[in-house]
T-cell receptor, first 107, second 115 residues
Framework: KNEVEQSPQNLTAQEGEFITINCSYS?????LHWLQQHPGGGIVSLFM???GKKKHGRLIATINIQEKHSSLHITASHPRDSAVYIC?????????FGAGTRLTVKP | DTGVSQDPRHKITKRGQNVTFRCDPI?????LYWYRQTLGQGPEFLTY????????KSRLLSDRFSAERPKGSFSTLEIQRTEQGDSAMYLC?????????????FGQGTRLTVV
């Protein structure tokens, strides 16, 4: 079993739909990043959270440390949200990565 | 500061050749990380530096791989005698403190193709 499991692997949505991506991990962590990777490779950290919930625009991230689970939600999805979303939990200098969820939002 | 920059963005090389990649982190960041990402997978840790000191190396980093950060600023990753299995995206990231303790910034990556 992988240390970091994401679901779904692939997700296709219509513009405007509410999106949820889930992440479960088995390692001990101090924090978790949600990363966005566009075609071409560049990665952007959307959130770093260690407890509770964070919101940035249409993006919401939650984490339950006890259950070792985090979710990323996108409200009112838009085609420009199409990307790979990667869950990356860890501690100190050790960042682990999920395989990513490929999101395609159709107009 | 323009963020983390990597050079080159793409590299095609013949098997057996040596290649070197460069990463320029955000100037005040003392932590610098190298990761490798193969198609359809998440990144995997290779090595990290705190200032000029290389503090950890993954077992993925075989003897053919070497990384340096001579003055605690930019870093280079060299692969000697490249193999087709080295084909991947090589990503660099930097942070002010540990990458899980603070905001992390990634470069655009160097995509290596070994033919």
């Amino acid at each position: 079993k992988n240390e970091v499991e994401q679901s779904p692997q692939n997700l296709t949505a219509q513009e405007g739909e509410f999106i949820t991506i889930n992440c479960s991990y088995s390692v001990g962590i101090s924090a978790l990043h949600w990363l966005q990777q566009h075609p071409g490779g560049g990665i952007v950290s959307l959130f770093m959270l260690s407890s509770g919930k964070k919101k940035h625009g249409r993006l919401i991230a939650t984490i339950n440390i006890q259950e070792k689970h985090s979710s990323l939600h996108i409200t009112a999805s838009h085609p420009r949200d199409s990307a790979v979303y990667i869950c990356a939990p860890g501690a100190n200098n050790d960042m682990r990565f999920g395989a990513g969820t490929r999101l395609t939002v159709k107009p | 500061d323009t963020g983390v920059s990597q050079d080159p963005r793409h590299k095609i090389t013949k098997r057996g050749q040596n290649v070197t990649f460069r990463c320029d982190p955000i100037s005040e960041h003392n932590r610098l990380y190298w990761y490798r990402q193969t198609l359809g997978q998440g990144p995997e840790f290779l090595t990290y530096f705190q200032n000029e000191a290389q503090l950890e190396k993954s077992r993925l980093l075989s003897d053919r791989f070497s990384a340096e950060r001579p003055k605690g600023s930019f870093s280079t990753l060299e692969i000697q005698r490249t193999e087709q299995g080295d084909s991947a995206m090589y990503l660099c990231a930097s942070s002010l403190h540990g990458i899980m303790n603070t905001e992390a910034f990634f470069g655009q990556g160097t995509r290596l193709t070994v033919v």
